[in-house]
């Protein structure tokens, strides 16, 4: 009998293999690993559990018991990956992206996203597309026009404009500023 563990702070490829590697050295037997859940072969019993849940700990990872703290961990995730991980542009809208995925009210959920967390899930949005606009300012690779594009502004001042909302400095200031002052993504 299968059972899915929920995982929280899993924001990135090399998660899943820290995840992977934690559950091979239990020797925990998994179906799959994905960002924020991991389906297991059978189910997992007390002992085994605690084991988990420490060296997950140590990892920076939780276990997450409850329906809501699951719910908002997905939230999360899918963000994550559609602004971090995904290649193509982030033409997305998130009322039909987050309903298709979780299968629950759009409103339900930044509802309960925002009596748990301390911002709105909107402004989760905006603080994860800034963290990413900040990756791609400092690799230079892209015109901010181009990053405008990438990250479905509707123009470049637009993204500006929220960037200095948010950062408190323009993306040019941003550039040549020493400490670059990047977030990790699950402290955001």
Same mark, same amino acid.
């Given at each position: 009998?299968?059972? &899915?563990?929920?995982?929280?702070?899993?924001?990135?490829?090399?998660?899943?293999?820290?995840?992977?590697?934690?559950?091979?050295?239990?020797?925990?037997?998994?179906?799959?690993?994905?960002?924020?859940?991991?389906? /297991?072969?059978?189910?997992? !019993?007390?002992? &085994?559990?605690?084991?988990?849940?420490?060296?997950?700990? !140590?990892?920076?990872?939780? *276990?997450?018991?409850?329906?809501?703290?699951?719910?908002?961990?997905?939230?999360?995730?899918?963000?994550?990956?559609?602004?971090?991980?995904?290649?193509?542009?982030?033409?997305?809208?998130?009322?039909?992206?987050?309903?298709?995925?979780?299968? /629950?009210?759009?409103?339900?959920?930044?509802?309960?996203?925002?009596?748990?967390?301390?911002?709105?899930?909107?402004?989760?949005?905006?603080?994860?597309?800034?963290?990413?606009?900040?990756?791609?300012?400092?690799?230079?690779? *892209? &015109?901010?026009?181009?990053?405008?594009?990438? /990250? !479905?502004?509707?123009?470049?001042?637009?993204?500006?404009?929220?960037?200095?909302?948010? &950062?408190?400095?323009?993306?040019?200031?941003?550039?040549?500023?020493?400490?670059? !002052?990047?977030?990790? *993504?699950?402290?955001?």
């Amino acid at each position: 009998m299968n059972e &899915t563990i929920h995982i929280k702070n899993m924001v990135c490829p090399r998660c899943i293999s820290a995840v992977s590697n934690i559950m091979e050295q239990l020797e925990i037997p998994y179906v799959s690993i994905k960002l924020g859940e991991a389906k /297991l072969v059978s189910s997992l !019993n007390v002992q &085994t559990k605690n084991s988990l849940s420490k060296a997950l700990q !140590n990892s920076g990872f939780s *276990l997450i018991d409850d329906r809501k703290s699951q719910l908002i961990e997905q939230m999360k995730n899918l963000v994550v990956d559609k602004i971090h991980h995904s290649s193509g542009d982030l033409d997305v809208k998130w009322v039909d992206y987050i309903g298709e995925k979780i299968h /629950l009210d759009y409103k339900y959920l930044c509802s309960l996203f925002s009596s748990v967390e301390s911002i709105t899930f909107e402004q989760y949005i905006i603080n994860q597309k800034i963290e990413r606009i900040k990756e791609l300012i400092i690799y230079d690779e *892209l &015109t901010l026009g181009e990053i405008a594009f990438k /990250l !479905n502004y509707s123009s470049v001042a637009h993204l500006s404009n929220q960037f200095k909302k948010v &950062t408190g400095m323009t993306s040019s200031q941003f550039k040549k500023a020493i400490d670059k !002052n990047r977030k990790f *993504l699950d402290k955001i």
